[in-house]
């Protein structure tokens, strides 16, 4: 009989227009949406060389010549430079700027300034370059602060290396800020599973619904049909899962990297970690409906947010200022380990993230059970 | 015994919603819990089934304590709520036969059980429907097989005729009877006394989560002074004449109002006869006469001091 009572909620899930269309339309939507506002913003093929002009307006003549430098090694392919840069005073860049003859130009000092007359690709591009060389350079004078003499040892050596960066990286697998954004969009889609977890532990909780009433005075036992309407509900998202991924690889065009088993060894993880969020909300938060699931999707939108689902700068920010967010986010640890998969040929960071993924489920497992057991209510 | 509530507390903060509630249900009984709306039926239904926390009492069911684990009792009983508890994505077959697959694992079994329960409420025609197709009266009949589906001993039905045409409500009230015949046991809760009179064999009158009086139906019309209410039609009668009739012996009281002259009167032999006497030798003329035995309104309304239906 246990069979037909997941037969049974299998259908109720799948007759739910309103599950179907979040669970299954809405990420394939997203998905599309993402392919056409970000590929072509980081496409590199259509992107030409940019015109700016360089000021310099500080005496520190290595600081200065080493952006010149940073600027000019910049390419978009190999035989394409990035930029063109013109080295002027500030009265000729600004008229150059003024008469669309350059993007922006950039005033070096103790810290870069970038002009721009505009918004808009080219002069986002300019920006963001400056934001990743003053970061660059940060981290240069951090560590010099720390250890005077490790410019003497190779120091700046190193950060220009890139080869020394990419020792790690899969031979196939190239950089791509696009990526973050559909493996969070993917992590997020996992994590959503928390929607069905609420929904389950709603039906069978007397004070919530009077089906779930009917429930709790037959003889079966509680945590026994939880188990198996969440099991549906993980045979229904699953589902959704798969669409989605389908839909990212072979339509979109997404790697994943090579390792299915692993990839969907992360899913797996993702999910029940996802549907046990949507439990234990349920279970411990004693409010309406509606506000149970506001806090359930809240938790989900602000994880795939500090994951960099619509920022992808996020992502660097939270590993920079608060790393300890890295760990807790669900949707990071799983972003992450789709990241992991397609950089890294070892699994050492995959399985870090999947062993605080499954840690954080069974915490939540336990959690659910002593909420849920033997349980009463103070007011129907 | 079949069911014992002894002492019941429940508390909402400082509202007292059962307050020392005692009742006890015998096997073979339809026991009714007539009260107003808020008078703590529900809750009482709540704490029997061991859904709400109470604050104090026992509660017994087959001659055991219950619990939210006391799975061997759960088995035996039938709930019918007041709200219908169904699902929207099953057909009206499938539901029935999930409810029943709860408390039943054999599949021939709860084939058969749910064949029984869908001819129990005539909805034969109506198998393949989906429950937001039914009306409201086929859809409380749904909610009543998926409740008696598993044939209980013991069937709770909590104001299962509200919102519900008249046609319905008969057929319900009937398939109640029907299955106490069949040996179940019933508590039924309403606040429409009718109903409670027509089906009930014992009766626990609620207010303010205490049982104010019970009994059957006899014994309960028994407790008050009121014998019989005469109505009489009448279009010209003086205030003086009312006071007259009002002093008419075992009169308890008269009230005129909108043509219509309501007269209360105690237990006894004669008592319209006099006052149709009275209005003959004073040439009050009237029309319609009739007269009516105490009803349960009567009953909570002598002992509470005011209407069931407030």
């Known amino acids: 009989m246990l069979f037909h009572l997941y037969k049974s909620r299998l259908k109720c899930l799948f007759k739910n227009k309103e599950n179907i269309f979040w669970s299954y339309l809405f990420p394939v939507a997203l998905a599309a949406l993402f392919y056409f506002a970000f590929t072509n913003v980081y496409s590199s093929s259509d992107l030409k060389t940019i015109n700016i002009a360089f000021v310099q307006d500080v005496e520190d003549e290595n600081a200065t010549n080493l952006m010149k430098e940073v600027l000019e090694g910049a390419k978009i392919s190999d035989d394409l430079p990035l930029f063109n840069v013109k080295y002027s005073d500030i009265q000729e860049a600004s008229k150059a700027l003024e008469e669309d003859e350059i993007i922006a130009y950039i005033v070096s000092g103790e810290e870069a300034k970038v002009y721009v007359k505009n918004n808009g690709l080219k002069q986002t591009i300019v920006k963001s370059f400056m934001d990743s060389y003053k970061r660059a350079a940060y981290t240069i004078q951090s560590i010099l602060i720390k250890n005077p003499a490790a410019i003497s040892q190779g120091l700046l050596d190193d950060v220009m290396d890139y080869k020394s960066y990419t020792t790690e990286v899969k031979k196939d697998a190239e950089p791509d800020v696009v990526l973050i954004y559909f493996y969070s969009l993917l992590a997020m889609c996992c994590l959503m599973a928390a929607n069905w977890g609420l929904e389950e532990v709603t039906n069978i909780q007397g004070n919530r619904s009077s089906r779930g009433a009917r429930i709790n005075v037959s003889p079966i036992h509680k945590m026994k049909l939880l188990l198996i309407n969440m099991l549906a509900a993980f045979t229904s998202h699953a589902g959704s899962i798969v669409l989605v991924i389908l839909f990212m690889k072979k339509v979109l065009g997404i790697s994943f990297g090579n390792n299915l088993p692993h990839l969907i060894l992360a899913c797996i993880v993702g999910s029940l970690l996802g549907l046990f969020i949507g439990v234990t909300v349920g279970v411990w938060v004693n409010k309406s409906s509606g506000v149970q699931g506001a806090i359930t999707t809240s938790i989900i939108m602000f994880g795939a947010f500090l994951s960099g689902m619509m920022f992808v700068d996020m992502k660097y920010l939270v590993a920079k200022k608060v790393p300890i967010l890295q760990y807790i986010n669900p949707v990071n640890l799983v972003s992450d380990s789709f990241y992991s998969l397609y950089y890294y040929d070892d699994f050492n960071r995959f399985n870090l993230n999947i062993t605080i993924l499954l840690i954080m489920t069974v915490i939540l497992c336990v959690v659910s059970y002593l909420g849920l057991r033997r349980r009463t209510y103070a007011s129907i | ?310």
């Open chain 2, 1 to 310: 015994m079949i069911v014992k509530v002894d002492g019941l507390v429940k508390r909402y903060g400082r509202l007292v919603a059962l307050d020392y509630l005692n009742f006890e249900v015998k096997e073979g009984e339809i026991f009714g819990l007539l009260g107003p709306n808020g008078s703590g039926k529900t809750t009482a239904i709540n704490c029997i089934l061991s859904l709400l926390k109470y604050d104090k009492g026992t509660i017994e069911i087959f001659g055991k304590k219950m619990g939210p684990d006391k799975y061997d009792i759960k088995r035996d009983i039938g709930i019918i709520m007041q709200n219908v508890a169904v699902f929207d994505e099953l057909t009206v077959y499938e539901n029935i036969y999930y409810f029943c697959s709860l408390y039943i694992n054999d599949k021939e079994k709860i084939k058969e059980y749910t064949e029984e329960a869908i001819s129990f409420v005539s909805l034969e025609e109506y198998k393949k429907f989906y429950p937001k197709k039914l009306s409201g009266g086929l859809l409380r009949r749904l909610n009543i097989a998926c409740g008696i589906v598993h044939k209980p001993k013991l069937i709770i039905l909590d104001e299962p005729t509200v919102a519900v045409d008249p046609q319905s409500r008969n057929k319900i009230l009937e398939g109640i009877k029907l299955l106490n015949e069949q040996g179940a046991t019933v508590i039924y809760t309403s606040h429409y006394m009718e109903e409670v009179e027509q089906i009930c064999d014992k009766i626990a009158i609620i207010d303010k989560g205490k049982v104010v009086a019970q009994g059957t139906k006899d014994e309960l019309k028994a407790m008050i002074s009121i014998g019989e209410k005469i109505t009489i039609e009448t279009y010209q009668i003086t205030e003086e004449q009312i006071m007259i009739i009002r002093e008419l012996p075992n009169v308890i009281s008269v009230i005129y109002d909108n043509n219509q002259l309501e007269i209360k009167s105690g237990r006894g032999k004669n008592n319209l006869l006099q006052v149709l006497h009275y209005m003959e030798n004073n040439k009050i003329a009237f029309g319609k006469v009739f007269t009516q035995l105490p009803t349960l309104n009567d009953v909570f309304l002598e002992i509470t001091g005011k209407e069931l239906r407030d």
